[in-house]
């Protein structure tokens, strides 16, 4: 079978709304602009004070659907379980009113109780005793069964063994008909020490648990892994990059021995779109940004968003393109525009050779030309992550004195000769 665009073989296409790091909170002074009661509700029901209110009222004016609603982890802010079950509960409405297929969530050290609860039961050891349970408790007894939810699962079967090979394996894989998706708990080994509450781990015994799911992965489906810590160093302006998967190149190394993965993590709230570092197919890495911290604790970074992602699967391989919304508090959720190398609305991913791109490109003589014709002539220039794709822009003005119009929302226009 041939795909619009020329390429042989099956085309598989799925729709993923994409959450990072929620961080749902009660107390006044939470850093989070997602604020809800202490019953549950949120504390505003404005589209444009309460950024759920507001994604309640974005899917209903424009009519949204999702195959499947991702979400890398921090659903709850410090570990507060009212915070956390409120907000499971949230995310499944949420999988509802996109008609997705499932819901799925990692791990976030937000939602486990990552540090020592021992004073804290020293205080009244009659009335906090409850506090000296296993930091995952919490997410083991959520209704539904968590880290997934699928349609038509009323009796919670499907959920249940889930959660049971989550928990006891670190990881389990959740298949679709046209998607597969791999939840990694890089929180496994989140104890009550100082030192555990930042890092993530994909553990030795982890190793064993992902090769066995992936010889069950099936490679005519969209294959995707969410986890909460980036899988490689991931830097940020002041932050640093310390607190990445420990043995994250090693879960790499295995889906991309299996080819054509997309990982999906949070942690650092800000946005960022990749290949993951290696040789051969090595996947994309997507880091979300954070749907409502406030990211004014973290300058330089870009700003809160949510994002329905489309991903193809065809003969080149995965790529995927971008319907991307900026938060801002009192305006509500708008179309977020091209700047620097931010995830904005209709940005792409994968073309893996920029230089390729560059010559092909650099190659054409009839210019000018419009956008659209040089796409024509050279298809991976549509498929350039934002950063690939101003990295492009500088080159050809370089090395090749062409020149790329851009109009005023940073979208290219046309191709000329400087």
Known sequence: MEDVDGHVGPVVEAVFAILGDPHFAHAPGARTHLKIKPTGE??????????????????????????????????????????LAAGWKHMVDLGKRLQSEHVLCATGNHDVTSRSQEAKVH????????????????????????????????????????????????????????????????????????????????????????????????????SIAIMHHPPEPHTQDGEGAHDFIDNGQELLRLLSDEGNWLVIHGHKHEARLGVAGGNGEQPFVFGAASLAFYMSELAGTFQNQFYLLKVRLDSRGITGRFRTWDWTQGKGWQPAISEGNSIYDGASFGARDAGRVITEIAKLTELPMGWPDVIKHVPDADLLTPESRNYVKRQLDRRHGLYIHVNRDGHWQTLERK
């Not at 507001?54 to 009212?82: E, H, K, R, W, Y």
Request: aromatic share 6%; hydrophobic share 35%; charged share 25%.
């Open 123 to 222: 205080e009244n050891v009659v009335a906090n005793l409850k506090a000296g349970l296993g930091p995952f408790e919490p997410l083991k007894v959520l209704k539904p069964p968590y880290p997934s939810v699928t349609r038509g699962d009323d009796d919670g079967a499907k959920g249940r063994d889930h959660r049971v090979r989550y928990f006891g394996a670190g990881l389990v894989l959740v298949e679709a008909e046209k998607y597969q998706v791999l939840i990694v708990n890089s929180c496994s080994e989140h104890g009550h020490d100082k030192f555990e509450h930042e890092r993530g781990t994909f553990p030795k015994s982890a190793v064993s648990e992902l090769e066995l799911a992936l010889q069950q992965c099936d490679h005519r489906k969209i």
């Open 42 to 83: 949120l504390a505003s029901e404005s589209p444009k004070q309460n950024p759920w209110a507001g994604l309640n009222d974005l899917i209903a004016t424009q009519s949204l659907t999702a195959d499947a609603v991702l979400c890398p982890g921090d659903i709850a802010f410090q570990n507060d379980g009212m915070t």
